[in-house]
């Protein structure tokens, strides 16, 4: 039995009980690593000088002072999108291959301070950008439950890493569906937190409006604990919420009696497969036992969410990318003749074609007698998407549905198919064009793949959706198989 087979919450008491030191957690993690990382691939870098002297001093407090909190010698994985302070942090990206940040993001700060060790820097679809992991530069992340599948994206190597035992838990970011729809392919916890709830500085920009780091764990009761550590309002982020931020752990009571469950018909529709739609009825069932009744409803407008989504996306895309210019930092190439072809050779030798083709779809969306056509028409329909959410929730306590609508694709098999991948995120893009809070938690496997359902709860009521999700995962055993590898 791994050590990452237990909870934070055990491994802490272990820690006390001088039954366990940090060093062994961080061996631990290293040695995982290197036994089955070859396969999996969800590392671009490692810090492994690092991690093990702060593991070695973390021993030293130990021994003098008891009190230390939950999350103390934790090892931790960082999607490579969030910035950290003399560790390479690349997008996954060639145009950011030797970009050494000079600060720390204040998620990555935050964790400090509760002495967390980052044990190295995961995998993504370059800059955010994917379904799939397969758009990163470096290398395509695998699927832990099957090497020929896909592990989900745009935080692939953050879900894969978690399911695969290499780290405790790892931070992702979610701009469409990248912490959920990964989690649920690779059969673990992730959470998208409400819009403003976790400080997006140091988080490379994909889309302002939409982007949310968040925790992907084993369990839902380590991922409460986690979002414990990052959430707040931080001043260097304008967008960050002034909200109290409760005691998730408290919430994960069990009790979901007389809870309301809404069930978006079009969320069970065309394009769901079969064991997918009846892995959440069967999940509702469960809930039903305990307590919870759950009705149809309709959320009309979602069907316009995927192309409202990537024409919003990819125009702040094609704003926030512009700073890569081969000036300033990141990649510049050393064949131009002058300034103006200096930024075409950087930008065209430095950009994937996924980054290339939605730099221009946005820009073309921004541009001077399109705007109001296709940016501006976008926007009234997130509009329109949010007032949906609201109308629900007006009566219910959360929404569920699966997380995705088939399990994990073959890698290979949509790459060549850019409107395939992106219909991926079918179900998870509404959450983020509204900016409410959704979790995906496993509820099924379809030929030994795992099926993600997904909670979605009222802006800044994550409790609600701990409580249900940790509900459902005591009556289940799905959080409790591993991948053979």
Partial sequence: MSLFDYKVSDLHELLHKKELKVTDLVEESYKRITQVEGKVQAFLTLDEERARQTASSLDDKLATDSQKGLLFGMPIGVKDNIVTKGLRTTCASKILENFNPIYDATVVQKLQQQETITIGKLNMDEFAMGSSNENSHYQKTRNPWDLDRVPGGSSGGSAASVAAGEVLFSLGSDTGGSIRQPAAFCGVVGLKPTYGRVSRFGLVAFASSLDQIGPITRTVEDNAYLLQAISGLD????????????????????????????????????????????????????????????????????????????????????????????????????????????????????????????????????????????????????????????????????????????????????????????????????????????????CGFDHGLPLGLQIIGKHFDEATIYRVAHAFEQATDYHKQKPGL
């Fill in 235 to 442: 001043p260097m982020d304008s967008t960050s919420a002034n909200v109290q931020v409760p005691n998730f752990v408290s919430a994960l009571n069990g009790d979901v009696k007389g809870l309301k469950i809404a069930v978006p018909k079009e969320y069970l529709g065309e394009g769901v497969n079969e064991s997918v739609r009846q892995s959440v009825l069967d999940a509702l069932k469960v809930l039903e036992k305990q307590g919870a009744v759950w009705e149809e409803v309709s959320l009309p407008h979602s069907k316009y969410a995927l192309a409202a989504y990537y024409l919003l996306s990819s125009s702040e895309a094609s704003a926030n990318l512009a700073r890569f210019d081969g000036v300033r930092y990141g990649y510049r190439t050393p064949n131009a003749d002058n300034l103006l072809d200096l930024y075409k050779k950087s930008r065209s030798e430095g950009f994937g074609d996924e980054v290339k083709r939605r730099i221009m779809l946005g820009t073309f969306a921004l541009s001077s007698g399109y705007y109001d056509a296709y940016y501006k028409k976008a926007q009234q329909v997130r509009t329109l998407i949010k007032k949906d959410f609201e109308d629900v929730f007006e009566k219910y306590d959360v929404i569920i549905g699966p997380t995705t609508p088939t399990p994990a694709f073959k890698i290979g098999e949509n790459i060549d198919d850019p409107l395939t991948m992106y219909v991926n995120d079918i179900l998870t893009i509404p959450v983020n064009l509204a900016g409410v809070p959704g979790i995906s938690v496993p």
